[in-house]
């Protein structure tokens, strides 16, 4: 069982900029694809970004490609989401996810029925 912690979430002026952050612990963290999702009020989750377990690959939901980063230490067991030119519709609970078992190198998990862990997720609202 791995744990995920989140962090860095708050209040920011749309344009404005947030980095979120992600602390695993509880299993090897450098053998797991993870990705970031978020829920917004009265809306289902929603992918976001996802990164493989060595970083090689990446991908994004249309709505966050060109202003969301996502990136990994694998030293520090730590995944982070950088948000920049943030907009009132990104304003949502942001969660980390990793799924149940080890993948692949380049692999990477896009569908939220893919992870089976979850943080507790940090809220990021975004002001006009």
């Known amino acids: 069982q791995v744990q995920l912690v989140e962090s860095g979430g708050g209040l920011v002026q749309a344009g404005g900029s947030l980095r979120l952050s992600c602390a695993a612990s509880?299993?090897?963290?450098?053998?797991?694809?993870m990705g970031w999702f978020r829920q917004a009020p009265g809306k289902e989750r929603e992918f976001v970004a996802a990164?493989?377990?060595?970083?090689?690959?990446?991908d994004y939901a249309d709505s966050v490609k060109g202003r969301f980063t996502i990136s990994r230490d694998n030293v520090k067991n730590t995944m982070y989401l950088q948000m920049n030119s943030l907009k009132p519709e990104d304003t949502a609970v942001y969660y980390c996810?990793?799924?149940?078992?080890?993948?692949?190198?380049?692999?990477?998990?896009?569908?939220?029925?893919?992870?089976?862990?979850w943080g507790q997720g940090t809220q990021v609202t975004v002001s006009s």
């Open positions: 996810a990793a799924p149940p078992q080890s993948t692949g190198w380049t692999q990477i998990f896009t569908a939220e029925w893919q992870y089976t862990n």
């Open positions: 509880g299993r090897t963290f450098r053998w797991y694809g």
């Open positions: 990164i493989s377990r060595n970083a090689g690959s990446t």
